[in-house]
């Protein structure tokens, strides 16, 4: 009786470490996933993708400019809606979470090139969620609105 009582305890607690471990890299291969089809949009030749190397995930505190975007120039109304999501966010503006990989893909030419890129994504608070909403997500810097964005610009 009390070996039972002694190991009840240590399974729930294994039990427990283990439901936060997979939630918590859930979290992490949803991110993984959402590089790799944000990645394989900017690449001459997607089906060549190949990941060399994940590093591991870091998290660290967001600027208000990574929560919300830069200070918008024009109409009082959108600047009047950055300053009250500014004064939101001020006791803090959720997290950044930051991936780098390494990968193989083809050039426009057929050669092999190996990059790297660090992949980012913004959540609020402890949001851990497994779902990634692949258009926030950040190569580099930049979105897919970001790139489609700079690319327009460079047509004219």
Not at 76 to 89: E, G, I, V
Not at 100 to 125: I, K, P, Q, W
Request: with cysteine.
């Amino acid at each position: 009786m009390k070996k039972i009582l002694f190991l009840v305890p240590i399974l729930l607690a294994g039990a427990a470490g283990g439901a936060f471990l997979w939630h918590y890299n859930s979290m992490e291969q949803a991110l993984r996933r959402a590089c790799v089809e944000v990645l394989e949009d900017r690449l001459q030749s997607p089906s060549s993708l190949k990941i060399v190397k994940w590093h591991e995930l870091t998290s660290r505190p967001a600027t208000i400019e990574e929560a919300i975007g830069p200070e918008p120039t024009g109409s009082d109304y959108a600047h009047d809606l950055y300053m009250s999501q500014r004064k939101m966010l001020s006791h803090g503006a959720g997290k950044m979470n930051d991936i780098l990989f390494e990968y193989d893909a083809d050039n426009a030419f057929g050669a092999s090139m190996r990059g790297a890129s660090v992949c980012s994504y913004h959540t609020f608070g402890g949001d851990r969620r497994a779902t990634i909403n692949a258009s926030k997500v950040m190569i580099d810097g930049k979105t897919r609105l970001d790139l489609a964005l700079d690319q327009l610009k460079s047509l004219k």
